[in-house]
C-alpha cells in the first residue's frame, strides 16, 4: 500500500456505522457489517482485545444458559464449527464436551428438571448422565460425584479469536482507531458526531460493544442501563499428565475447569476479584481464588499437587438479570447497543456480529433478541441496580 492510501485510511473519519469497542463483540459486527457492504469505523480506547475478549477462559459452552439465550447460542455454535472459513484462522477452536457434575443427589435431580424443562422447550443438546457414564466422559472425577449433565460444546483461544476477526475486518477495509476513546456522542440532525481521541468521526450509524463501559456510552445517547463491573479470574496450572478431555463445571461450587492439550489446567468460575472500570483494571482477590482451588480438588483429586503457575483478571460488564443488552436505543435512532454479557459472551460473539449486522443493514434479524433488549431496563432507570 502507498503512503497516500495509507494517509487517506488513517485519516478517513465518515463511515456508514461507527463501532465503539474493539472486543470480540465490536470485531465480530465490523466484520460481518463490512461483508454486508457498510464502511465501518471501530473506536477502541485501548487496543483490541486488551479486555474481557482477550483474556476470558475461552468456553464455547452452550450448557446451562438462560433459555432465553439458546436460540442466540445455537446460532453461534453453527458458527463456531465452520470458524476457519470466517476468519481464516481455526482460532484454537475445538469441540468437546462440557459437563456440569453434580456432588449429589439433591443436585443431580436439579440437573434432570433442567434436561426435562429443555426438552420441553425442544431443546435436546443437553443429556444427563449417571455415575457410570460420568466416569466415562471423566475418569479422575472424585468419587462423590454421583453424575451430572452433557452437551457437545468446545472451547477456543480468546486472543486469537478478536485477533482473527480484527485482521479479517481489517483486511477487508474495517478502518481501526485504537487509543481512541470515546468521550461523547451527539447528533447533529443528520448523523451522530462521536467525538474521540481529539477527532470528530460521523456516521448515521453507531454501534455500543463497550463492555463493562457500555452503561457510559449508552448514557451518551441519553439510553440508562445498569451495567456493573465485575472482574471473573483464572488460574493456569504447571502441566499435568493428561486426565480430563472435557469442559468441567459443578452445580454447587462456581467452577470452570478444563486441560489444555499442554497439560496445563485452566480453572475459572464465577469467582470475582475487584474491577474498577475507572481505571481499567482488575484485581486478584486470593481467598476467591483459595475457594476456586478447593473446588478443583474436590472434583479432581489429583489436583491435589497441582502447582499454580499464573493468575489473572479481567473486566465485564454484568446486568441485573445476568443477560445481554442486544438491539436498539430505545431513545436515539440509529443507536445499536451489544455489551454486558455478563461473563458469558465470548461464545455468543460470532452470533451477535451476525445479528448486529441484520439489525443494523435490514433492521431486523430472524433470532430472538426479545430477552436481550435494551429498553427492558428502563422502569428501573432510577432503581438501585445490580450494585
Ligand atoms: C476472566 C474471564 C473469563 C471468561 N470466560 C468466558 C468463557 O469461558 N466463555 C464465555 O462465553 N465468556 C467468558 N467470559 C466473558 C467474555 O469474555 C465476554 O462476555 C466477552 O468477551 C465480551 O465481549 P465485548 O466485546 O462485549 O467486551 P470487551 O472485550 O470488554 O470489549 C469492549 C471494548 O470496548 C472498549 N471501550 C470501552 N469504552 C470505550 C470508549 N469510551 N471508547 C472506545 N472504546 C471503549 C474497551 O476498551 C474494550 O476493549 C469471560 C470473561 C472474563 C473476564
Given at each position: 500500500m502507498t503512503a497516500n492510501r495509507l494517509g487517506r485510511r488513517r485519516y478517513r473519519r465518515e463511515a456508514d456505522l461507527i463501532v465503539i469497542g474493539g472486543g470480540l463483540q465490536g470485531c465480530a459486527t465490523a466484520l460481518f457489517a463490512v461483508r454486508r457492504?457498510?464502511?465501518?469505523?471501530?473506536?477502541?480506547?485501548d487496543s483490541v482485545g486488551r479486555h474481557a475478549s482477550g483474556v476470558n477462559a475461552g468456553g464455547v459452552r452452550r450448557l446451562g444458559r438462560d433459555p432465553a439465550e439458546i436460540g442466540l447460542s445455537d446460532r453461534a455454535m453453527a458458527l463456531w464449527r465452520i470458524i476457519a472459513e470466517i476468519v481464516d484462522d481455526d482460532c484454537g477452536f475445538k469441540t468437546l464436551p462440557h459437563v456440569k457434575v453434580a456432588e449429589t443427589d439433591?443436585?443431580?435431580?436439579t440437573l434432570v428438571e433442567r434436561a426435562a424443562t429443555l426438552r420441553g422447550m425442544g431443546y435436546e443438546h443437553e443429556q444427563v448422565v449417571g455415575r457410570s457414564a460420568l466416569r466415562r466422559l471423566l475418569p479422575a472425577v472424585a468419587d462423590h460425584c454421583v453424575g451430572g449433565l452433557t452437551s457437545l460444546d468446545g472451547y477456543a483461544i480468546p486472543w486469537t479469536t478478536t485477533a482473527a476477526f480484527r485482521r479479517k475486518a481489517e483486511a477487508e477495509g474495517v478502518l481501526f482507531r485504537e487509543g481512541t476513546a470515546v468521550s461523547s456522542v451527539a447528533s447533529?440532525?443528520?448523523?451522530?458526531?462521536?467525538?474521540?481521541?481529539?477527532a470528530i468521526f460521523r456516521a448515521a450509524r453507531i454501534l455500543n460493544c463497550a463492555g463493562a463501559w457500555g452503561g457510559q456510552i449508552a448514557a451518551m445517547v441519553g439510553d440508562h442501563i445498569p451495567i456493573k463491573?465485575?472482574?471473573?479470574?483464572?488460574?493456569?496450572?504447571?502441566?499435568?499428565?493428561?486426565?480430563?478431555?472435557?469442559v468441567v463445571g459443578t452445580v454447587g461450587q462456581p467452577l470452570s475447569f478444563k486441560q489444555m492439550p499442554n497439560g496445563t489446567v485452566l480453572i475459572g468460575g464465577a469467582r470475582l476479584g475487584h474491577a474498577d472500570a475507572e481505571a481499567g483494571s482488575a484485581d486478584l482477590r486470593f481467598d476467591e481464588l483459595r475457594r476456586s482451588a478447593k473446588t478443583a480438588i474436590a472434583v479432581f483429586p489429583i489436583m491435589r499437587g497441582a502447582t499454580i503457575q499464573r493468575c489473572w483478571s479481567g473486566i465485564e460488564?454484568?446486568?441485573?438479570?445476568?443477560?445481554?443488552?442486544?438491539?436498539r436505543s430505545?431513545?436515539?435512532?440509529?443507536?445499536f447497543h451489544a455489551f454486558g454479557f455478563s461473563a458469558h459472551g465470548f461464545q455468543l460473539g460470532p452470533a451477535v456480529g451476525e445479528i448486529m449486522t441484520e439489525l443494523i443493514a435490514n433492521g431486523s434479524t430472524q433470532t430472538s433478541i426479545h430477552a436481550f433488549e435494551p429498553a427492558r431496563f428502563e422502569c428501573v432507570a432510577n432503581g438501585p441496580g445490580d450494585h
Open positions: 457492504g457498510l464502511s465501518v469505523i471501530v473506536l477502541e480506547k439433591a443436585e443431580l435431580e447533529d440532525g443528520a448523523a451522530w458526531c462521536v467525538t474521540a481521541g481529539g463491573a465485575i472482574a471473573p479470574m483464572m488460574i493456569v496450572t504447571q502441566r499435568l499428565p493428561p486426565f480430563c478431555d472435557a460488564g454484568r446486568t441485573p438479570d445476568r443477560l445481554p443488552v442486544i438491539g430505545p431513545r436515539s435512532e440509529g443507536v
